[in-house]
């Protein structure tokens, strides 16, 4: 709790300001800090965090301030500033409130892989309670304040958010679930009380649910009540509510599961779970059916479950997955808990195999990433994929080989080539990261000037060209390219960078 964690470098200082991995729920609290210069403010895998009140400032070759996959809990109160996205998930769904979204790059926040955060307050017996909502998107970003894709959507409608954007395309951009009908954003304030719908992109939508909007007053926000929720270690979340009216049955249902299960109540908390999850099996009932799945399997890490009650919850998650009734954002949902499942029963390598399986069948998709970062966390617990070395040697490796699918996974919405704003006064050719690598680097260089004939070749080790990664004129920036092996041999490669009056080679090594 309330670090300064910093780097005067300008390029990224480090690549993650806090990381974690496995946390469970109940177990995992981040309060107060402020992180600087970092690639990547926040990353969170396989964790259910309370993350609360820090600051996150990145510059323009920041990546992402929180990165989070496989993750739910709570985002509040934090500030996030200055990254090519502020906010970037897969596969997960965290309540997120009164966050401040600030962005001068591509998109405020990005949404991929079945990731459905709660974005608006609990409506339950007449009452507005805050446990989510209220956001605040600002900056200029040169895309949308949020972005969707592979199944995912904010769950926003009533939600009160604000989006004070300048010189961007959209408020939201992308693809609406399969499955699902309209895309409703009701009660958000847009910066203007003439909101251009235009601005609003969402395909595969039959149409677009956007009157009543907000008009920013404080009515809508103001409170006159409080209730507390444990969160361990003696701290406690204030959720300030309102009367309100318009109550829903599955918002009625889902508070109640949530209180009980932040009083300990687990196993009433788990059987209302299973409850909104059977009423609300597609997009067109419940979004709360989403969050459930998650909560659901935080309820059995937080009641320290037996191996036994593991399994049963396998086959729970099993049949959701198999059943073509639920969406596909409860299904891609279910089946990576079926997963975590069999790790809680210490059947890790079955659980590597079907990370790996899974990402064999979905390469160069946020999906198949997701496996990726899963399977070679969890073969470091195994002592997998490795050959001799230290425990922290292991870990270096670890952490080289997800640094590299991250840079990979941001990199991967600009066509492979995706360019940082920025102003070089030199000609760079930076050093592929990570090095050694399997399979995927990032190659960065820097042109000071416009109109160059830029040509990026990757050699084998004997001299012969193999690859040709970029050939073309370009404007003056800083660019990034990825180099995917998969398909090469173990071994030494060397990249050529030929921009006329500069030339420039360097090595990498291949490892598989």
């Known amino acids: 709790m309330y670090n300064t964690i910093s780097s005067n470098i300008l390029t990224k200082g480090f690549h993650h300001g806090i990381y974690a991995e496995l946390c469970g729920g109940g177990c995992f609290n981040i309060f107060g800090n402020t992180i600087s210069n970092s690639g990547n403010g926040m990353t969170i895998f396989s964790s259910s965090p309370f993350v609360s009140q820090n600051t996150v400032n990145g510059n323009q070759y920041s990546e992402s301030g929180i990165f989070i996959s496989g993750s739910y809990g709570k985002f509040e109160y934090n500030i996030i500033n200055d990254f090519y996205y502020t906010y970037y998930s897969l596969l997960s769904s965290p309540d997120l409130l009164k966050n401040v979204f600030n962005s001068s790059y591509n998109d405020n926040i990005c949404l991929s892989y079945s990731s459905v955060p709660n974005m608006h307050p609990v409506i339950s017996g007449g009452s507005a309670y805050w446990i989510s909502g209220d956001n605040h998107f600002t900056g200029s970003p040169s895309g949308a304040g949020i972005f969707i894709e592979d199944e995912s959507y904010p769950n926003m409608a009533f939600g009160y958010n604000r989006f004070t954007l300048t010189n961007n395309d959209y408020y939201i951009n992308g693809t ?188 160069n998709t946020s999906k198949g990433m997701h496996a ?54 030199s000609f760079i050719l930076s050093q592929n990261y990570p090095n050694p690598f399997n399979p995927v680097t990032v190659i960065q260089y820097s042109i000071p000037s416009g109109g160059n004939d830029v040509k990026l070749v990757v050699y084998n080790n004997l001299g012969k060209e193999i690859l040709t ?24 490669y060397f990249y050529k960078l030929d921009a006329g009056e500069f030339v420039e080679s360097k090595r990498m090594i291949l490892l598989k």
Do not use: M
């Open 372 to 425: 990726l970062i899963n399977k070679e966390i969890l073969a470091n617990q195994e002592g997998d994929n490795f050959t001799g070395g230290t425990g922290i040697e292991n870990l270096e490796w670890k952490q080289t080989r997800i640094n590299g699918i991250l840079s990979a996974l941001i990199n991967k919405r600009f066509n492979i080539l995706s360019k940082i704003i920025t102003h070089p006064e």
């Open 469 to 492: 990664l970029v050939n073309e004129k370009q404007n003056a920036g800083s660019y990034a390219v990825n180099f995917n092996g998969e398909s090469f041999p173990s071994g030494v």
């Open 176 to 363: 609406n679930p399969t499955g699902s009908d309209t895309f409703d954003v009701r009660e958000n304030y847009w910066g203007t009380l003439s909101p251009d719908l235009n601005k609003i992109n969402i395909e595969n939508s039959d149409g677009l649910l956007f009157n009543p909007y907000d008009d920013n007053s404080s009515g809508q926000r103001s409170v006159n009540n409080y209730t507390l929720y444990d969160i361990g270690f003696g701290l406690y979340d204030t959720v300030f509510f309102q009367e309100s009216d318009d109550p829903g049955i599955a918002q009625e249902l889902y508070l109640e599961a949530y209180q009980k299960e932040h009083s300990g109540e687990y196993s009433d908390a788990i059987e209302i779970y299973k409850e909104i999850i059977s009423d609300y099996p597609d997009n067109t009932g419940s979004s709360f059916a989403v969050s459930s799945l998650s909560r659901l399997f935080n309820c059995y890490e937080k009641k320290t479950s037996t191996v036994s009650e593991y399994g049963a919850l396998q086959i729970y998650y099993s049949n959701i997955f198999n059943d073509t009734s639920y969406s596909e954002s409860q299904r891609n949902l279910s089946e990576d808990f079926i997963i975590k499942t069999k790790v809680k029963q210490n059947n890790i390598e079955e659980a590597i195999s079907d990370y790996n399986t899974i990402y064999l069948n979905n390469i």
